[in-house]
T-cell receptor, first 111, second 112 residues
Framework: GESVGLHLPTLSVQEGDNSIINCAYS??????FIWYKQESGKGPQFIID?????DKRQGQRVTVLLNKTVKHLSLQIAATQPGDSAVYFC??????????FGSGTRLQVQP | AAGVIQSPRHLIKEKRETATLKCYPI?????VYWYQQGPGQDPQFLIS???????DKGSIPDRFSAQQFSDYHSELNMSSLELGDSALYFC???????????FGPGTRLLVL
């Protein structure tokens, strides 16, 4: 299928390494943040979310960190696998319910 | 688990034609959102509906309209299509009291 994000920043990691994907958000009033994974030709897939009253949340192999002071989010993926290769987007919700997506990052996992 | 269903998955139209995209939300979800994603871009919010009423509006052109029906499915109607309308169109759904939006597989629209 057609690639998503042909000109996106790319993070290349070795299989088994940890990955860190960063995102800067724009609205200091945003109170809910989500990370999505998008594979080529598919819709964004929910990975993990975090509310503004938290600074860290962990899931299975993933951790999201939120720094409200500098309006920065990061997604950490432990023991990255080839199946993690995709474009990753952060999204923020200001309470209007519509999500505002950040620019994606392409993660390439080298076997 | 059931996911969001979109149809058609692929659509080819010519300039000035019309198109209708359909979205069937996850069962029990009452809120539907439409997003447009151009090549190499992030998804852009178009419009959303909660309980069959428009709840939020984004960068949706006046040539486009949408509605949510009594069974909660939604349709995005696009008229006077332009080349720049070629994109992936995603529908997402959520429970109103929750904020997590779950996306469908998208409809790829190509306008020639």
């Amino acid at each position: 299928g057609e690639s998503v994000g042909l000109h996106l920043p790319t993070l290349s990691v070795q299989e088994g390494d940890n990955s860190i994907i960063n995102c800067a958000y724009s609205n200091s009033a945003s109170d809910y943040f989500i990370w999505y994974k998008q594979e080529s030709g598919k819709g964004p897939q929910f990975i993990i979310d975090i509310r503004s009253n938290m600074d860290k949340r962990q899931g299975q192999r993933v951790t999201v960190l939120l720094n409200k002071t500098v309006k920065h989010l990061s997604l950490q993926i432990a023991a990255t696998q080839p199946g993690d290769s995709a474009v990753y987007f952060c999204a923020e919700n200001t309470g209007r319910r519509a999500l505002t997506f950040g620019s994606g990052t392409r993660l390439q996992v080298q076997p | 688990a059931a996911g969001v269903i979109q149809s058609p998955r692929h659509l080819i139209k010519e300039k000035r034609e019309t198109a209708t995209l359909k979205c069937y939300p996850i069962p029990r979800h009452d809120t539907v959102y439409w997003y447009q994603q151009g090549p190499g871009q992030d998804p852009q919010f178009l419009i959303s509906f909660y309980e069959k009423m428009q709840s939020d509006k984004g960068s949706i052109p006046d040539r486009f309209s949408a509605q949510q029906f009594s069974d909660y499915h939604s349709e995005l109607n696009m008229s006077s299509l332009e080349l720049g309308d070629s994109a992936l169109y995603f529908c997402a759904s959520s429970l109103e009291e929750e904020e997590t939006q779950y996306f469908g597989p998208g409809t790829r629209l190509l306008v020639l």
